[in-house]
């Protein structure tokens, strides 16, 4: 194939201290026409400068200092802004990670990609609405004619991203820039995309810069694949080659890094330390400070490039004359530690929910009247016994988070019970609530959002404490007077256990890295000894490798202190990692539940197929079988009748539309709500 893009030597350098920040130093890549290249990497790597680079988007402290980027022969770099212009949308699209802070909320979906379209298409106003329509029909956008004249914050996140994949097609660019296109969607909504940039790449023979740190999504897209590290590329491989024998130490502890079924009862293998700063000059090796395989000549001498084949090649000491290459290859797999459990303990059941229900009224006109209600949560029943761990899993939107807000009672549920330890916490008074507040915590998505920026650590510690009551905390000292030593050193010893030095205790959250951050929160929920901690999607927006040391710090707190967890997520890996029991949700309701085992390795329900058919997995499963659904998740305040999955199944049969189906049965812990499996459906 011919190549269409070539970065030769790109030096990118972000001017934002008294330092320089080489962003990107010293990258070469080249893209051939109709092939799907992705870079792979870290936060902080490097990946989106370099895309920006390319689209000559820099933010205005950035500047490139060195290189070329060339399209078809033509340096991008060397061109006037006016030329540029016509580049961007035209020759090269881009898809940018958050869609809505991409897409401008004052202006119709119709008179955004009309922009595009005005920009490098010489249309008529009919022929330019018709194309208009027909971008949004191919992206998938139901009702494209009515809703191309909605705003944005109308359409859904998976709707957003598709809008914002028909304003990268609308040029017909030759080169699609993806941006972790699919890092905020859930798995149904992220197979769509893909599957859909993969139509419309085979329809075009567009070729696609996906850039993600999603093994999954590289394993399923990629025909080539490039390795990040703090600015530069470390390999560059065919995709069969990289994820059959990773070769640089980075990659190969990546892949150790990912949580799955099989490592269950293992430690995931975590890098210590974090991205280097960028800003510093490097005499050697650039992962020599978190490499399992350092050796001497690592921190003296700049590795180079080593061929392995004809397409592989690695950038790495390891590889060169006079090392063992098998070195390298004995650190692919997970390291064989084993997880401490106590199966002695007892499974008292620590937390009941039955036929739970969160009902918020809709208002409409003048008077705000109270016109319908949205059913976020619409009779939910489950239980979670001490030392265990329940996994709830669907997409966004489903009630999820209210379920745990409401067993929290920061949101008053409409009905149902909620009883932990025996007793009943709905209906209770502030004054009687507070008593056993420390009994149960959360920590939710974002840990930066979540810290207050203004305290330090150590007093985002003590407020809980102190305001329950809990441990040897003395009320807050002025801001120059000391704690007791006993408040001290238990703020020491939270800390120690998350893994954090004591000394971190005078710092500001800003002050910290993301899997850091989320440590403090776990800390901050530790500090007034819980027995159930309610879990947000607390990786989701984390980097594999800081994923797995938060990981590791759940399961080793459970086994050391006998939490039990309600673990909210949409990652299936980390729910057959963590988990003991799991609940699919769709649309407020609970559709099956069955322990790990029986719900991952035989599911029942056609929602929860789909939702597991949808899983990237970077092994090649020849049994695996996508099951597509159609459509979004309908709106809570409008529920459809009998089945509330009926409109996207492929199996509805005509008493899916008249009522819900009861609970089905396959044994004492594996139920779904289905007429699949009902006596209903043989009457």
């Known amino acids: 194939m011919k190549t269409l893009l070539e970065i030769d030597d790109l030096a990118t350098i972000l001017h934002t201290g008294s330092l320089p920040v080489r962003a990107v130093d010293g990258l070469s890549l080249n893209i051939l026409q109709g092939e799907t290249f992705a870079l792979l990497g870290e936060s902080g790597c490097g990946k989106s ?387 056993v507040r420390s009994q149960f915590q959360i920590i939710f998505q974002d840990p930066y959002s979540s810290l207050n920026p203004r305290m330090r650590i150590k007093e985002i510690l003590q407020e809980g404490m102190s305001a329950l009551k809990v441990g040897a905390v003395s009320p807050p000292a002025n801001a120059g007077g000391l704690q007791d030593n006993s408040s001290e050193l238990e703020i020491d010893s939270l800390l120690q256990r998350v893994g954090l030095p004591a000394e971190v205790k005078w710092r500001y959250p800003h002050e910290f890295s993301g899997g850091q951050r989320q440590r403090i929160a776990i800390a901050r929920a530790l500090a007034v000894n819980p027995k159930l901690l309610i879990c947000d999607e607390p990786t989701s927006a984390l980097d594999v490798s800081v994923q797995a040391q938060i990981l590791n710090l759940l399961k080793t707190l459970q086994n050391n202190l006998g939490l039990a967890f309600l673990f909210i997520t949409h990652n299936i890996a980390v729910v057959e990692y963590l988990a003991d029991e799991v609940a699919v949700m769709y649309l407020g309701r609970i559709v099956e539940r069955g322990l790990i085992d029986e719900v991952m390795g035989s599911p029942r329900h056609p929602y929860t197929q789909a939702l597991l058919s949808s899983v990237p997995r970077i092994a090649a499963d020849t049994d695996r079988q996508f099951v597509p659904l159609k459509g979004d998740l309908p709106s809570p305040a409008a529920p459809p009748a009998g089945c509330h999955f009926h409109p996207r199944c492929a199996q509805a049969m005509a008493v899916c539309r008249e009522r819900y189906p009861s609970a089905s049965s396959f044994s004492a812990t594996h139920s779904t709500h289905c007429f699949l499996y009902s006596p209903e459906q043989i009457s």
């Open 49 to 435: 400068m370099t895309a920006l680079s390319v689209m000559r988007l820099l933010p205005d402290v950035g500047e490139i200092a060195a290189g070329q980027i060339r399209m078809h022969g033509v340096d991008l770099l060397q061109l006037p802004e006016a030329a540029m212009r016509k580049v961007r949308g035209k020759q090269i699209g881009m898809i940018f990670q958050e869609p809505m802070l991409s897409l401008n909320p004052v202006l119709t979906i119709a008179e955004q990609i009309g922009e595009v379209l005005e920009q490098h298409l010489n249309l008529a106003p009919a022929a330019m609405q018709a194309r208009i329509q027909e971008l949004l029909e191919q992206v998938g956008i139901p009702d494209a004619q009515r809703r191309m004249h909605e705003y944005p914050f109308q359409f859904s996140g998976g709707m957003k991203q598709r809008v914002m994949i028909a304003m990268a097609l609308a040029g017909e660019p030759e080169l699609l820039i993806a941006d972790e296109p699919t890092t905020a969607l859930d798995v149904t909504i992220q197979a769509q995309v893909l599957d859909l940039m993969r139509h419309i790449q085979q329809h075009t023979s567009m070729a696609i810069l996906l850039i993600t740190h999603d093994l999954g999504v590289v394993a399923e897209m990629a025909q080539r694949v490039a390795v990040m590290y703090a600015g530069e590329i470390v390999e560059l491989a065919p995709r069969s080659a990289f994820f059959q024998q990773p070769a640089h130490p980075y990659s190969q502890q990546l892949f150790a890094s990912l949580p799955g079924k099989h490592k269950r009862d293992q430690a995931l293998t975590v890098m210590n330390g974090v991205v280097p700063s960028l800003s510093q000059q490097f005499s050697g090796c650039r992962f020599a400070d978190r490499c399992n395989q350092v050796m001497a000549i690592c921190r003296e001498a700049v590795p180079q490039w080593h061929q392995l084949d004809d397409a592989h090649q690695v950038r790495c000491h390891l590889y060169q004359s006079g090392v063992n290459h098998a070195l390298s290859v004995t650190s692919v797999s997970s390291p064989e530690v084993t997880l401490h459990t106590e199966t002695n303990r007892t499974e008292q059941v620590l937390l009941q929910v039955a036929d739970l229900k969160v009902h918020f009224p809709v208002h409409k006109g003048l008077f705000k009247r109270v016109v319908g209600h949205i059913k976020a949560v619409d009779g939910v029943s489950f239980q979670i016994a001490a030392g265990k761990t329940l996994a709830l899993v669907g997409e966004s939107g489903c009630g999820k988070t209210t379920i745990g807000k409401s067993i929290l009672q920061l949101i008053q549920p409409t009905a149902g019970s909620v009883r932990f330890k025996g007793q009943e916490l709905t209906g209770l008074k502030r004054s009687q609530l507070k008593p």
